[in-house]
């Protein structure tokens, strides 16, 4: 009497790779399998070779298996390595093409700070704003009606114009 | 960040050492333990050695499929050489077998009988057939081959009971699916 479990069988009938080059399964070929992905041309070869594998066919059910744990994994070493926000300023710093630029510009700065605050009677002045006058003074004195209407025109110049 | 990184990847290693337990069982000369060991000291060399390497999933995936290919592949070496040892120097408890030594003549002839009907099956059940007595679901098996989900459950079901037929005339009693 014989009690035969078939997938053990079946899987111990075909633990050795496939003689046919075509069907081996490459490690990249099994992860895009386990996503769900389709293979395109090599679909077909690369179903038969699981059909035909065990070692092959075990390799996709474990990438299968611990794809979402590898997802969790990938987030939380993801979190773990974020650089801090010191560490991404040296990167940024180090990975900008002009640092002596930032370098004399951050001394320059510095300088005109150290200028203003050792001398502050220095200042610059006030810029200069225009006054205007409270009233007209250009014609602000009282204006002479007499000699403006006076008929006698030589009487201007003392009556000593020979006209 | 170190004792940091080695009390993630021990936290993530238990979960890890589930899933082989489920998917790779014991029964196959395959040690959990050790391959959810391995698997974490590559990744932990591996992340030590370059400070920037992104660890992607797929990235983490491939450790984990090519530390498995690895250890089923040692297995067989170790299955292969306790046959050969077993005659001239008796059978070591500490080499895993995947076989009973007893019962490896009687399945040999079985497995070759099996791989008979197989190939005896109409063209269109044997794939799904294959593909699911190597373990994968109905869904895996629709997906992989295009079919609906339902044509693959009923060809793998028909295939499987057709196999069934055939190998209980051929003398099995007792089959196990």
């Known amino acids: 009497m014989a009690t035969l479990n078939l997938n053990a069988l079946y899987r111990d009938a075909t633990r050795a790779l496939p003689q046919d080059a075509d069907v081996r399964v490459t490690t990249d070929e099994t992860l895009a399998l386990a996503r769900g992905e389709s293979l395109g041309a090599r679909q077909e070869a690369v179903v038969h070779g699981l059909a035909a594998s065990s070692e092959q066919a075990q390799a996709v059910r474990i990438a299968i298996a611990t794809q979402s744990w590898a997802e969790d994994l990938a987030a939380d070493l993801a979190v773990l390595r974020r650089p801090t926000l010191a560490e991404r300023v040296a990167v940024w710093f180090r990975a900008a093409t002009l640092p002596p630029v930032f370098a004399a510009c951050a001394i320059s700065l510095l300088a005109v700070a150290a200028w203003r605050i050792g001398e502050p009677g220095t200042t610059m002045p006030d810029a200069t704003v225009p006054q205007w006058a409270a009233d007209d003074r250009l014609f602000g004195a009282d204006f002479d009606e007499a000699v403006a209407r006076h008929d006698n025109a030589d009487e201007l110049f003392d009556g000593g114009f020979d006209s | ?177």
């Not at chain 2, 940091?4 to 990847?9: G, V």
């Not at chain 2, 238990?14 to 959990?32: A, M, N, S, T």
């Not at chain 2, 391995?38 to 400070?51: Q, T």
Request: negative net charge; charged residues 30%.
């Open chain 2, 1 to 177: 960040m170190s004792d940091a990184l080695k009390a993630l990847l021990e936290k993530h290693g238990k979960r890890l050492r589930v899933l082989i337990e489920l998917h790779c069982g014991r029964d196959q000369g395959l040690d959990p333990d050790d391959i959810e060991q391995e698997v974490r000291i590559k990744l932990w060399k591996a992340l030590e050695s370059d400070k920037n390497l992104i660890a992607a999933a797929s990235y983490i995936q491939k450790v984990v499929v090519t530390t498995v290919v690895d250890a089923v592949r040692r297995a067989q070496v170790r299955h292969a050489e306790s046959i050969e040892d077993k005659d001239e120097a008796g059978f070591d408890p500490s080499v895993s077998s995947p076989l009973r030594p007893e019962a490896q003549a009687g399945r040999g002839q079985w497995s070759e009988l099996l791989l008979r009907c197989i190939g005896e099956l109409p063209e269109r059940r044997r794939l799904p057939v294959q593909l699911a007595l190597q373990g994968f679901t109905a869904d895996e098996v629709a997906r992989m081959t295009g079919a609906s989900v339902t044509a693959a459950q009923q060809l793998c079901y028909r295939g499987i009971e057709e196999l069934k037929a055939r190998l209980r005339e051929l003398g099995a009693d007792d089959i196990e699916d």
